[in-house]
Nanobody
Framework: QVQLVESGGGLVQAGGSLRLSCAASGSIFSISTMCWYRQAPGDQRELVAAITSGGYINYADSVKGRFTISRGNAKNTVYLQMNSLKPEDTAVYYC??????????????WGQGTQVTVSS
């Protein structure tokens, strides 16, 4: 069982910044991919950023140059630094981690979501 806890969402004015955090706990042997998704009301969940264990990073076109995904010194943490926020970034943000448990089983876990609201 792998649990994810997110934090860092909130209300910010356009042009402001927020930093989201996601910490994983449980029977984790390794993490292959750490991602941030978001879902706005009425929209499908979309991938915002991803980072692999090998250091490959990918961003949605809409956030390139503004958002930065990074892994924490504690290997089971991932961050999303969001700068120059726009009203269209308003959404619930979810972290998603995939990897292996300590008994060798694949896992894919979602966080509970954290609300980010950007006012104009």
């Amino acid at each position: 069982q792998v649990q994810l806890v997110e934090s860092g969402g909130g209300l910010v004015q356009a042009g402001g910044s927020l930093r989201l955090s996601c910490a994983a706990s449980g029977s984790i042997f390794s993490i292959s991919t750490m991602c941030w998704y978001r879902q706005a009301p009425g929209d499908q969940r979309e991938l915002v950023a991803a980072i692999t264990s090998g250091g490959y990073i990918n961003y949605a076109d809409s956030v390139k140059g503004r958002f930065t995904i990074s892994r924490g010194n504690a290997k089971n943490t991932v961050y999303l630094q969001m700068n120059s926020l726009k009203p269209e970034d308003t959404a619930v943000y979810y972290c998603n981690l995939r990897g292996l448990t300590d008994v060798g089983a694949d896992f894919g876990s979602w966080g509970q979501g954290t609300q980010v609201t950007v006012s104009s």
